[in-house]
């Protein structure tokens, strides 16, 4: 029998439709899942049949149109199924939400970039980001401004707080 107050660790399938008071969602500097078939034929409830040809004399096989179509879509449902994952980590906490990761040590001496305050270019980069830490950056940076921020480790808003910790002890 588990104790009601014990520390549990769960993957974020299991966590679905749960809540707790603390969560922990580590590594999230983890590279997004992007892999995707490389079947020479693909499947597709609206394509049919989708294959790579393989030309006359030739080993090399060269994607159809309908081939490429998939591939994409199959990217495209793969990348929104790691932004569901995400979603549910960090909806899983009620009071207190720890994010942790190794990331590069310049994206906080910049402030985490400059704001581009443009919409498509933010929905670009967002679309590139290959981990949720850059999305996470991206995402500070286009909705803090210098008032949020308390030096160049820590801020808040009125909905959240934030510390950012690079691994050494920071003089103010």
Do not use: C
């Not at 693909?42 to 080993?59: N, T």
């Amino acid at each position: 029998p588990r104790h009601p107050d014990a520390v549990q660790f769960m993957t974020i399938h299991r966590s679905k439709g749960l809540e707790f008071p603390v969560v922990v969602v580590a590594n999230i500097d983890g590279r997004f899942n992007t892999r995707v078939k490389e079947d020479d034929i693909l499947r597709d409830e609206q394509l049919g049949i989708a294959p790579r040809v393989v030309l006359p004399d030739s080993d090399q096989r060269y994607p159809t149109i309908a081939h490429w179509v998939v591939k994409r879509r199959e990217q495209r449902e793969t990348m929104n199924e790691e932004v569901r994952l995400r979603y549910v980590a960090l909806t899983r906490a009620r009071d207190t939400l720890i994010l942790t990761g190794t990331g590069s040590t310049k994206l906080l001496e910049d402030r985490w970039g400059e704001r581009s305050g443009v919409r498509a270019q933010v929905e670009f980069e967002a679309k590139r980001a290959s981990s949720f830490y850059a999305w996470l950056k991206l995402w500070l940076r286009e909705t803090t401004t210098h008032e949020h921020w308390q030096g160049d480790y820590q801020g808040g808003t009125d909905l959240i707080r934030w510390q950012l910790h690079t691994g050494v002890e920071v003089e103010e």
